[in-house]
Each structure stands twice: as structure tokens, then as C-alpha cells.
């Protein structure tokens, strides 16, 4: 899939592809910062993460993070449907499958989700 995306950005004429990326396994430590999460490579210098690991064996190089890549608001009530779980008090709350913590306020009847997202580089 990544090299048809290069190849067709190739075929339209552009010499470079910014892939904005959603680290795959980011998921499996939600209360860990990205910066963090970034600054561990493997013991072969690769990034831990299996999808940012393949976009630089292809030739990608990690250039920033997107802190806010998508931020999703709710009520209280959407994010108990949207995560099949109920919300007993304030605060941060893991969830199943998120990047990064979902913050709950029961008075305000809210909650906020801001997942991070990662550019990557291609030279074409």
C-alpha cells in the first residue's frame, strides 16, 4: 500500500510524500507521551512501533509529531455508547484501542479525546 502511494505521487510529479501516521501500536501505552514513545527504538535502531517501522524501512524518516492529530468531544453518554463502558468519576481513562487517555468530567458532562499522529518523510 505504501509503495502504491509513492508510486502514484510519483506518477503526478511530486518529489516528496508527507504521510500523516497513526502509530499502530501506540494503543498498548495510552499514558505514555508520543515524544516518549518515539524516543525508544528497537536495539537496531528502528521504531519500536510496527507501522512507523515500516514506513522507514522504506525510506521514511519521522520529521515531527502531530500532538493534535484528531480530537474527538462528546457528552458522557456518547463516550459510554462509543465505548461500551460507564464513566464512575472525573478524570483520565484508558480506553480500549486509544492512543491516548480519554479525558471524562461528570459535572460538565464532556469528555475529550486527543490522539497524536506522526509525519513521515518520503523523498520520492
Known sequence: MLE?????????????LFA????????LQPFTPIKDYLGEPRADGLP???WLRTHVRLGGRIVKIAPYAMTIV??????????????????????AGAL?????????????????????HHAL
Open 4 to 16: 502504491a502511494m509513492k508510486a502514484n505521487a510519483r506518477v503526478r510529479g511530486f518529489t516528496h
Open 74 to 95: 462528546g457528552t458522557v453518554a456518547q463516550w459510554s455508547k462509543w465505548t461500551n463502558r460507564t464513566f464512575e468519576k472525573s478524570g483520565v481513562v484508558a480506553v
Open 100 to 120: 491516548s487517555p480519554i479525558f471524562i468530567c461528570l459535572e460538565q458532562d464532556y469528555g475529550v479525546y486527543v490522539e497524536p499522529g506522526v509525519w513521515v
Open 48 to 50: 519500536r512501533d510496527a
Open 20 to 27: 500523516p501516521v497513526r502509530p499502530n501500536e501506540k494503543h
